[in-house]
């Protein structure tokens, strides 16, 4: 279940499905990824399907793990006892 959100805005796309920050062509994929992340219990879940490509964070995001969204754009995040904590898009390179 996602507690909580790096990016305030982001919080608010979850809520809405729109946000001016979100491109639109992003929008369904990245609320079907958000969904994902909500119903995940286990690291396992987010692991399927492979186009997600979660990966551990290093350096100063030691601790996060990340999901492939779309091109370059990437949801970071801690999971923790099946909690998703300090949820963000970034957009990588």
Known sequence: ?????AQPWLEEFWHSGKH?????????????????LNRAVARKDL??????RLHALHGDREGQRA???????????????????????VQYH
């Open 1 to 5: 279940m996602i507690k909580t959100f």
């Open 20 to 36: 001016k920050r979100v491109p639109s062509e992003l929008e369904a994929r990245l609320l079907r990824k958000m969904d994902m």
């Open 47 to 52: 692991q399927a399907p492979p186009s997600n």
């Open 67 to 89: 999901i492939a969204v779309s091109g370059s754009w990437r949801l970071c995040f801690r999971f923790e006892e099946g909690n998703v904590f300090d949820l963000e898009l």
